[in-house]
């Protein structure tokens, strides 16, 4: 499995008025393709600066990250913008979607942004959403407005999915389907990395990583990984 | 600790409080300024005529009459004290100096000297000048009993030689205590008077030579006082001087009546609220205190709005923290101070600011005001009650903003408070529906114009910072345009002529073919002046009837709606068949086309009857017109000519001394003068006008900033998820730029509308028959409005956008739905 993501000596350091607050320590990791990533860890682990430093929403203290052999630290703001916009989808915990654009809307708005974009209504249809597409959020239930996110993360074909506590606002029900499509994007070859403080949702990874104060604690690799449906917390 | 939290909300977001207190600010220091010296002049008013005994009465005899056959008239039942004295206008000539002349319209403007041409340094030099004095009689026996008269330099005339000049005439011709004033006597006399004393006249704080002329230049119109005894001596020889009028102050109103009662018939009463001077100051008093009202409510209107927005959004925000202090036992009562306070701190600070600023502005005003317009004596007034009123005014703002927004977080209930608010609804606009082709354009276009729609509380609260923002801008500016075009209307348009000379009794034709062939004149008019009482249903009002020659267009009512042939519609077999009306007598009167007048003249007291065929749009000078040899022939009149207009490409000033040394001449005026200094006047205006402009654009900058600053930190969410997603930054401040200039021009139009209904209730303050003025608005207000507004807009937006373009994407993302 090629790695998508290489973080070299990458470590993140906030300031806080006066107080220096050290978010990641210095870490070596890879992720590879069509590879289920969950990182775990309590509040305060860096699990969210982590997804946060993968998705070019901010830049590392010290150490390189390299996505598709683009060191991404390097870039400015309009060179992530771009890496964002191409190959990066996101998935929040309360959705973002916004409001006033109809499901399919929200999928076509980032289908505008890229040069060779899925077709966004075949991409709702693929979430189960082709009855919904002209639905405003307000008239969607959460589980399917988060669907409606995975569908906009996934009709630009990104490279990499990284979806911040993706259950985090909904049922189990619901949550769990949710995950079934992030599992399903990364058969088709897509770098998922989910962070949770839901360690039931870990289950559903080929690869646990665990956090603690900033710090790797274990990496481990699963053979045989949950399937999304059957997990329950 | 809420008020450490508030505190800090205050230090955390410093320009957001600094804006509303501006807004405060500036609606209190207009209010406390404006109405403190509205209170001074007022007070400065009734405290001239208190002291110097301003008549409550006058009544204008039918003639001339032995004073003992009238003075018993006087003797009435509530009759105070009482006067009676002769009022005559004669030629007169004087040594005037030849420098320019601080003076317009017959206002002082020395206060304002350093905008005005410097005047030449050095030795006074003096030539004759003829002009038109105004001569009231007073007692040899002392202080006249009404109207008394304050001495400004010299010494109260004693001797029947002497003259007192009211103050203006004698500044605007530098002539000083010593000098001398020859008066023409009707029959061609002449006889010198020495200047005793230089004076102001209750009765002539505004000077005026009638209703229809209330802007008489100091250049040809003066008012002078002379003991009886040298009128008697130069008029009389030597005799009893007759009388013309009595004044007198009452303790009963009913004593008017009474005393016209006992005077013969055809004397005509006048009580104070027509006498002109009052009642022209009282109108720019009215109109001052309106005006010192209407423009601080409106600020103070806006600044609730803006407190309203900044609270109801910061409630917003703090669902989750008014839930919290709920749960941790705040009560209702404790959260809806707290947020109520941020309000009331912010009209409590704007108000103290504001009341202290304007306390000293409102000194500088006065001084201002009295110097211009020559108050003849001063006194002022605690203005603890405007204080305290500026305080409350400032403290009711505040809980007017406030207010709602305090109550709705009291009553929000902590589980609820605490819950995820629903997702922020969207749907598909009307807009959409009616043009569906707009649901075609791309989603970042969509997302732009559908948001003007998904929270229309947030677009109105932007539409409504532009348009009141550009109605205060406006306001001003049409005011100005307004006042602008009368006077060139009036000066240009209408009164077409460069020289006007008055003759008494009056010029025959061949007079007018002399001066045609004069060098330098380019034509001639000559129009037929008779002074006439109009009679409504229950009114009487005093004017001029002028007989003008269609054709002839020196004095040119074209411009003012009636043509050549409306003018000869109103000559009949016999004389006039109707008459065209001023429009602001109709207005006055209620007189409508096709209604009959009863028009007196004041020549021999006939009376005729005519239709009104049409009115006049003139903004000054509220009189009656007609075709020239019909108004002659109707009140038999000889063929002579009152007044005489000329154009001039020549030698103005020759031209004009010519004039004054022909007999008849009574007074000759240089328009082209006047013209000249209008226009200084309006460019001195529009500095006025600048600096309400500049309190308009600060009003304006702020509220716009406030509305923007709020509509993009409630999308704050929304606007960072789709940089998140890949939207340039540049991209997504076009599109919240867009969306503010697209509020703004919405704004913008009603604001439009808005100043122009504002601009008309301030003319309409102003409007009567002696000034009609209709609102006007030039393109080019309009333009630079506009462009001001878009700068505005444009700045305004700014911080919130270089605020979005800093913003911590990760962090913002992860908030809840605001």
Redesign the interface.
């Known amino acids: 499995m090629s790695a998508v993501v290489r973080m070299v000596g990458m470590s993140k350091t906030y300031r806080m008025g006066e107080v220096e607050v050290k978010a990641l320590k210095p870490m070596d990791l890879e992720l590879g393709e069509g590879e289920v990533t969950v990182v775990v860890g309590p509040s305060g682990s860096g699990k969210t600066t982590l997804l946060n430093l993968i998705g070019g929403l901010d830049r590392p203290t010290e150490g390189t990250i390299t996505v598709a052999g683009v060191e991404i630290n390097r870039l400015d703001n309009g060179g992530l913008t771009a890496y964002r916009r191409e190959k990066v989808g996101f998935i929040f915990q309360f959705f973002n979607l916004i409001p006033s654009l109809t499901a399919l809307e929200n999928v076509e708005f980032v289908a505008g942004l890229v040069k060779e974009p899925l077709d966004p209504r075949q991409v709702l249809e693929a979430v189960g959403l082709g009855d919904r597409a002209d639905h405003f959020p307000a008239e969607l239930s959460g589980g399917e407005q988060q669907r409606v996110a995975i569908a906009r993360a996934l009709v630009k074909d990104p490279l990499l999915l990284l979806a911040d506590e993706p259950t985090g606002a909904l049922d189990v029900d619901t949550g769990v389907r949710v995950l079934a499509l992030l599992r399903e994007a990364a058969q088709r070859g897509k770098s998922v990395v989910i962070v949770t403080h839901n360690s039931a949702v870990a289950k559903m990874g080929d690869r646990i990583i665990r956090l603690r104060d900033g710090e790797v604690i274990s990496d481990e690799r699963i053979e045989s990984p949950v399937d999304p449906l059957e997990i329950r917390w | 600790m809420l008020w450490l939290k508030l505190r800090r909300e205050i230090i955390r977001s410093p320009w957001q409080f600094t804006a509303a207190v501006l807004i405060m600010v500036l609606g209190i220091v207009m209010f406390s300024a404006s109405y403190m010296s509205y209170l001074n002049l007022n007070e400065s008013y009734q405290y001239s005529y208190e002291v110097l005994h301003f008549a409550d009465y006058w009544i204008s005899l039918p003639g001339l009459f032995p004073r003992d056959a009238v003075t018993d008239a006087l003797e009435a039942e509530g009759v105070e004290r009482g006067e009676a004295r002769l009022v005559l206008s004669l030629p007169a000539e004087v040594m005037s100096s030849t420098r320019p002349k601080a003076y317009l319209l017959g206002v002082d403007l020395s206060v304002i000297e350093e905008y005005l041409p410097r005047r030449e340094e050095g030795p006074v030099r003096r030539e004759p000048k003829r002009l038109e004095l105004r001569i009231l009689s007073v007692p040899d026996r002392g202080r006249p009993e009404v109207n008394d008269l304050l001495v400004v330099r010299g010494e109260y005339a004693s001797s029947p030689d002497e003259i007192m000049l009211e103050y203006r005439v004698a500044d605007y011709h530098e002539l000083e205590v010593g000098d001398e004033v020859t008066l023409f006597a009707p029959d061609g006399r002449e006889r010198a008077f020495k200047i005793a004393a230089v004076v102001r006249s209750p009765e002539f704080i505004w000077v005026a030579r009638s209703r229809q002329d209330i802007f008489p230049s100091p250049d040809t119109f003066g008012v002078a006082f002379v003991p009886e005894s040298g009128l008697a001596e130069f008029l009389f020889a030597g005799g009893e001087m007759p009388v013309n009028e009595l004044v007198f102050t009452v303790s009963d109103p009913a004593a008017g009546e009474a005393v016209l009662d006992a005077l013969p018939k055809g004397a005509t009463l006048t009580e104070r609220a027509h006498q002109v001077s009052h009642e022209v100051l009282q109108l720019d008093l009215d109109g001052y205190r309106q005006l010192a009202i209407f423009f601080p409510a409106l600020f103070l209107g806006v600044g609730a709005m803006v407190l309203y927005v900044l609270q109801a959004r910061t409630v917003h925000a703090q669902r989750w923290v008014i839930g919290t202090m709920r749960a941790m036992g705040y009560s209702r009562g404790a959260i809806m101070v707290h947020y109520l306070a941020y309000a009331l701190l912010a009209g409590l600070l704007g108000s103290a600011i504001g009341a202290i600023t304007g306390l000293l502005v409102s000194r500088w005003i006065t001084e201002l005001y009295v110097a211009i317009i020559g108050i003849p004596l001063v006194r002022t007034v605690p203005q603890y009650g405007v204080l305290a009123a500026a305080m409350a005014f400032g403290l009711i703002t505040g809980a007017l903003g406030g207010i709602i927004p305090a109550r709705a977080a009291a009553s929000l209930l902590p589980a609820e408070a605490m819950r995820?608010s629903?997702?922020?609804?969207?749907?598909?606009p009307w807009l959409e529906r009616v043009f569906p082709p707009l649901a075609r354009l791309?989603?970042?276009a969509?997302?732009g114009y559908?948001?003007l729609?998904?929270n229309p509380r947030r677009s109105l609260y932007s539409v409504l910072g532009v348009a009141v923002a550009t109605s205060l801008i406006l306001v001003s500016s049409v005011l100005l345009d307004s006042v602008d075009w009368a006077m060139r209307h009036q000066f240009e348009d209408i009164e077409r002529y460069d020289v006007m000379a008055s003759f008494y009794p009056g010029a025959p034709p061949e007079v007018l073919d002399e001066l045609a062939d004069e060098e330098g004149v380019r034509a001639v008019q000559g129009v037929v002046e008779v002074p006439v009482e109009l009679h409504f249903a229950e009114e009487v009002y005093t004017t001029a009837l002028r007989g003008l020659e269609p054709g002839e267009h020196l004095y040119d009512l074209r411009p003012a709606g009636i043509d050549d042939a409306d003018l000869e519609a109103t000559a009949g077999s016999s004389g006039l068949r109707g008459i065209v009306l001023a429009a602001s007598l109709g207005q006055r009167f209620g007189v409508s086309q096709g209604d009959i007048v009863e028009v007196e003249s004041l020549l021999d007291h006939s009376v005729r009857r005519f239709e009104v065929l049409g009115f006049a749009e003139v903004p000054l000078g509220a009189l009656v017109f007609g075709e020239r040899d019909a108004v002659a022939r109707s009140f038999d009149l000889p063929e002579l000519y009152t007044t005489v207009f000329l154009t001039v490409d020549g030698d103005r000033e020759r031209l004009i001394k010519d004039l004054e040394s022909r007999p008849g001449v009574v007074s000759v005026l240089d328009q082209a003068n006047l013209r000249d200094t209008v226009r200084q006047l309006l460019r001195m205006a529009y500095a006025f006008i600048g600096v309400m402009l500049l309190l308009g654009g600060l009003l304006a900058l702020a509220v716009v900033f406030t509305t923007t600053m709020v509509s993009i930190l409630e999308r704050e969410?929304?606007l960072a998820?789709?940089?998140?997603?890949?939207?340039?930054?540049r991209a997504v401040a076009w599109m919240v730029s867009l969306q503010g200039l697209v509020l703004g021009a919405v704004g913008l139009f009603l604001g439009a509308v808005l100043g122009q209904v504002l601009a008309s209730v301030a003319l309409g303050m102003w409007g009567s028959d002696l000034f009609d003025f209709q609102v006007v608005t030039y393109p080019r207000t309009y333009v630079v409005t506009g462009l001001g507004m878009l700068g505005i807009l444009l700045l305004s937006g700014m911080p919130a956008l270089r605020r979005l373009a800093g913003l911590n994407?990760?962090e913002v993302?992860?908030?809840?739905?605001d």
């Open positions: 995820e629903p997702a922020a609804a969207g749907k598909r791309r989603a970042l969509k997302v559908r948001d729609f998904r969410r929304e998820t789709m940089r998140i997603l890949g939207t340039p930054s994407l990760a993302a992860k908030r809840r739905e």
